[in-house]
């Protein structure tokens, strides 16, 4: 497909994002932080979900 036809979602894409470095940079730094907190997040509720009852927050009041 040539590059004349391209979509008007493309042409947006590139005009908004990619045409520009520090954009583009700034871009792929703010997705990484963004996909980081989301899995950071997700994978603790997986893990305290897995080893519920085996933490120490789970069984602190037993001790104090």
Same mark, same amino acid.
Do not use: C
């Given at each position: 497909?040539?590059?004349?036809? =391209?979509?008007?979602?493309?042409?947006?894409?590139?005009? +908004?994002?990619? $045409?520009?470095?520090?954009?583009?940079?700034?871009?792929?730094?703010?997705? =990484?932080?963004?996909?980081?907190?989301?899995?950071?997040? +997700?994978?603790? $509720?997986?893990?305290?979900?897995?080893?519920?009852?085996?933490?120490?927050?789970?069984?602190?009041?037993?001790?104090?």
């Amino acid at each position: 497909m040539p590059a004349s036809h =391209a979509t008007g979602l493309t042409r947006t894409i590139y005009n +908004t994002i990619f $045409k520009r470095n520090s954009v583009f940079v700034t871009t792929v730094f703010a997705g =990484a932080l963004a996909f980081e907190v989301v899995y950071d997040s +997700t994978t603790d $509720k997986i893990w305290d979900n897995l080893n519920k009852g085996k933490q120490w927050k789970d069984i602190k009041h037993k001790y104090e």
